[in-house]
């Protein structure tokens, strides 16, 4: 499971999130269709660029109450003074995938700056798949890995 951590300035288009998601994707090897989740912070649930993102892409919208982001802010390998006195935390795309993929997550791409819209991958174990809680569901649903649709 692939889980795309995403931040960006406000009023980011879905265009400028989904270019970030790409661009971490290829830094990976991977296709876009790899991509399980986008997760963010709750602060950011009216960011309708993010929520376009993750319904052009087919996946889940996660999105992480702060508790949960300063938690996994712990694990995150970039840190930066400026997102850290407006989120929280020293990177909020990195934190958002490590908190949605639960304590198995493991960074894959650090965070990556694409214009307005950051985004940070995170891999989780298919055995630890998390449960979402608070998430937006997309117009579509996306099969699992290994399954048709």
Known sequence: MIV??????RGASAAEIEAAI?????????????????ATSTAKRDETGIA????????????????ELETAGSRVVTRSQRVAALAGV???????????G???????????????ATCALAHVPEK???????????????????ETP
């Open 52 to 67: 376009a993102a993750a319904s052009a892409l087919g996946v889940r919208l996660v999105l992480v109450p702060q508790r």
């Open 102 to 116: 639960g304590a198995a997550a493991r960074l894959i791409v650090p965070r990556i700056v694409v214009g307005r």
């Open 22 to 38: 790409a661009a971490a994707v290829a830094l990976a090897g991977f296709a876009t269709a790899a991509i399980d989740a986008v």
């Open 90 to 100: 020293p990177s909020l795309a990195e934190a958002a995938a490590l908190a949605a």
């Open 4 to 9: 795309a951590g995403v931040g960006c300035r």
């Open 128 to 146: 630890w798949r998390p449960v979402f809680r608070q998430e937006h569901a997309p117009a579509q649903n996306k099969p699992s890995a290994g």
